[in-house]
């Protein structure tokens, strides 16, 4: 009886991204190899204008490669219409932004919601799923306010809990921590441990080993190119303390 391996939720192969052409062309990433398994929780780590959210966002499907191939759940991205990967990115994809990419006029829990309802949930199934992650990520009370009456570390919430709502398989997070304080990013970083244990493959853009340390492999990025990889020792203990 064969014994299957690991299931791959994302792969990059060879893929290269260049800005530009010419004398002014900048290459982004070079000829990178990259797996994430379900179940595995990947963070990336380099310093900045090293590729880390050029990274991201191929894997993501919000960029496309010059050169090599993205693979979501083994379907190739580059074979995708702009209608289908949407749909793909609606249903397997969870992605939190730097920005975080709120719609103003919605409330919390309908910015939540979006996708779902995007995607043909009906729209007191979607309500019931977004208030459910919203909770996960410590905000349920929040849930009928607007962007402009909440704080910059409550919107990033709301942008976590749209990354992790309904059954995404993979999710891609660019410092999702940014405008938190310690105890509430340790809490981010728990729900996101949570989704790669249940299953979903999860990959952090971070510049922390704090929050590295959450992760069970840590990819090393630096001028486009990764360089290294280590076994993340995911501590809790040790995470919740102080920095010194």
Do not use: C
């Not at 966002?57 to 991205?77: I, K, M, N, Q």
């Not at 019931?128 to 849930?143: C, H, K, S, T, Y």
């Not at 999710?171 to 949570?194: F, K, N, Q, W, Y």
């Not at 492999?217 to 990764?226: A, K, N, P, S, T």
């Amino acid at each position: 009886m064969s014994v299957q391996g690991p299931q791959q939720v994302l792969e990059l192969a060879k893929v290269s991204r260049t800005f530009g052409q010419g004398t002014t062309a900048v290459a982004a990433l070079r000829d990178v190899d990259l797996t994430v398994n379900a179940g595995e929780f990947v963070a990336v780590m380099g310093p900045s204008g090293s590729g880390k959210s050029s990274l991201l966002a191929l894997a993501g499907g919000l960029d496309r490669p010059t050169s090599g191939s993205v693979f979501v759940e083994s379907t190739p991205l580059a074979g995708l219409g702009l209608n289908a990967l949407a749909r793909l990115r609606r249903r397997a994809v969870g992605y939190v932004f730097q920005d975080f990419n709120l719609v103003p006029t919605l409330s919390a829990a309908e910015n939540v919601a979006l996708p779902l309802e995007l995607d043909g949930v009906p729209a007191r199934k979607a309500h019931r799923q977004a208030v459910d992650a919203l909770r996960q990520v410590g905000i349920p009370e929040q849930a009928q306010r607007f962007m402009d009456e909440m704080s910059g570390g409550q919107q990033q919430r709301v942008a976590i809990a749209r990354a992790i709502v309904g059954s995404r398989r993979l999710i891609l997070a660019d410092e999702p921590t940014g405008a938190l304080d310690s105890t509430t990013g340790h809490g981010v970083m728990e729900v996101l441990r949570s989704r790669a244990d249940a299953g979903a493959a999860v990959m952090l853009v971070t510049h922390e080993a704090r929050h590295a340390a959450w992760a069970d492999r840590v990819v090393f990025i630096r001028d486009g190119r990764i360089v290294d990889e280590a076994t993340a020792m995911h501590n809790p203990a040790v995470l919740l303390a102080p920095a010194g």
